[in-house]
């Protein structure tokens, strides 16, 4: 029998829940337990001083950056940004070069078809703001819901500082190509000026994007594959002016600038998903050792030698050559991924001594306590934890907080 058609204003799949204003509770909804996107109105932003530097009174010229007051953002010339051009592709990403940001308004003031192109990412505004002795909040304010924040609330301790805010600023066109955000971080980006154009992959539906099957690089661009092939299973939404989106766990998504924009963005991880953060980290670090599985062998004969034991038969108690081993990996690791598992450690730690926000804007110790757990009995078993001293203390101290016990 065939069912009935659901009434037009019944939400499909397909559908990005919107909301006016948004509770924590609703969030935690939205985020731990269904991990989907949703788009929050303007009343998130209206309050943000960047609104009103940024916008440009409208007249009637044809300037390319309309409603984006290019001017106002000559205040930061001197910061160094990350510069996309989206003519030239590079590999998943298009050519990235580094330049002052004085360098980059020059170029779209003087409108061809080259600065068209150009796409400002990744620029560590906040960041920059606050070395020079500024506050973010001269720029915009967090939304609580977003606060519970374990990325940047840790990085910003580093010597020199980190962290994962950023300011996108591009030209109609420009876009950013099918990705997921770094360690299956969550994102929450709001739109300052202009409107974006959201595609979003539920994981369920990324096989279809991949090039090959069972291959881990995915295509470059959705519509390259045809409407027909993702209609049906990918979330596609126009963000406007002032609305902030939150990108779920793990989502592939790739994003059109409709307008010249300015968007403010954020990659955050709360308790949630440190289990996803964790075995990627690991997965990535499994991939480090198969490249280098070589230096492994080398390392571990030439102890052999050194010692006069036949290689293979190296007594498990002789650890040097095995330090050198994981300790170069993690330095890899390092560098390939831009962290590795002291960080992450580090960052639980760090998290859990000194919470982010206060206590109504976060998950119960117990829930916290309880996401925890399983990997730190994970990570008892490892070698890292058996043969790196500083990690094991490291752990240890994590433990005894989220009541691991010692499994010896
Ligand atoms: O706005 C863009 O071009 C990309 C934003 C993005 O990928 C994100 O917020 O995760
Ligand atoms: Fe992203």
Request: include cysteine; charge should be negative; proline fraction near 5%.
């Amino acid at each position: 029998m065939a069912t009935p058609n659901p009434p037009s204003s019944a939400p499909s799949d397909l559908d990005i829940e919107r909301f006016e204003t948004i509770t924590y509770q609703q969030f935690q909804r939205n985020a731990a337990n269904l991990n989907r996107p949703f788009i929050v109105g303007p009343a998130l932003t209206e309050a943000w001083p960047c609104i009103r530097k940024w916008r440009q009174i409208p007249g009637n010229d044809s300037q390319i950056h309309e409603h984006l007051n290019l001017t106002a953002l000559r205040e930061y010339a001197h910061h160094t940004v990350q510069v996309a051009d989206c003519s030239t592709r590079r590999y998943n990403e298009f050519d990235r070069t580094e330049r002052r940001l004085g360098e980059v308004l020059d170029l779209w003031e003087r409108e061809n078809e080259n600065s068209r192109k150009l796409y400002v990412k990744d620029w560590h505004q906040a960041l920059l703001l606050e070395k020079n002795g500024g506050k973010q909040d001269y720029i915009y304010t967090t939304s609580d819901i977003f606060k519970d924040d374990w990325m940047t609330h840790h990085a910003l301790t580093l010597d020199p500082p980190d962290d994962y805010r950023f300011t996108y600023v591009g030209p109609k066109g420009t876009f950013t190509p099918l990705h997921r955000d770094v360690y299956g971080s969550y994102s929450w980006s709001s739109n300052i000026i202009g409107r974006k154009h959201w595609w979003l992959v539920p994981p369920g539906h990324t096989d279809i994007f991949r090039i090959r099957k069972g291959s881990e690089d995915m295509v470059f661009d959705i519509r390259d594959l045809g409407e027909d092939v993702w209609k049906e299973k990918v979330k596609v939404v126009v963000q406007e002016a002032g609305e902030t989106i939150f990108v779920p766990s793990g989502w592939y998504h790739q994003v059109e600038n409709l307008d010249f924009c300015i968007s403010i963005n954020q990659n955050f991880a709360s308790s949630h998903i440190m289990p996803t953060i964790y075995h990627n980290l690991l997965q990535s670090q499994a991939r480090v050792e198969e490249a280098i599985d070589d230096v492994k062998i080398m390392l571990r004969d030439h102890a052999a030698k050194q010692s006069g034991i036949e290689s293979g038969a190296v007594n498990d108690d002789v650890r040097e050559w095995e330090v050198e081993w994981l300790e170069q990996v993690q330095s890899l690791l390092e560098m390939d991924a831009g962290w590795g598992l002291r960080g992450f450690w580090a960052m639980v730690a760090y998290n859990l001594q000194n919470p982010p926000v206060d206590a109504s804007l976060r998950p119960s110790d117990d829930y916290v306590h309880a996401k925890l757990r399983p990997l730190v009995e994970d990570f008892r078993h490892r070698r890292e934890y058996a043969v790196l001293e500083d990690l094991r203390r490291l752990v240890d101290d994590v433990a005894l907080i989220v009541g691991a016990h010692s499994s010896t």
